[in-house]
């Protein structure tokens, strides 16, 4: 029954570091940034409600530049995997033929 429990709280922590960190831990640890300053902002006498939007406006377009890099780079890989896929049909296609020209050898050799 314990372990049933550490499982569950596991599976629920699991969940909750997935859904705040996911991809990005800088935008996760930027909002946590923004949030306590907006706390200490908010103990003074200056209005406090324009930090999370600057925050917001400033991680945002860094996520995306970061996330169009990973993508371009898994792109370029996605293309030189099917380069590789490519090559690798060329040569079984080579590889047919070789077998197919042995056979009609064969075949010319037997008659």
């Known amino acids: 029954m314990g372990q049933v429990v550490i499982r569950r709280m596991l599976a629920l922590l699991t969940f909750w570091y997935n859904f705040v960190v996911g991809d990005d831990w800088l935008v996760a640890s930027g909002i946590l940034v923004a949030l306590v300053l907006t706390y200490t902002v908010s103990r003074t006498t200056v209005p406090a409600w324009w930090v999370i939007p600057v925050a917001v406006g400033t991680l945002l377009p860094v996520s995306l530049h970061r996330l169009t890099r990973r993508q ?17 049909r060329h040569q079984l296609t080579r590889h047919q033929l070789t077998r197919h020209q042995l056979t009609r050898r064969r075949l010319t050799r037997r008659r």
């Open 72 to 88: 371009l780079t898994r792109h370029q890989l996605t293309r030189h995997q099917l380069t590789r896929h490519q090559l690798t």
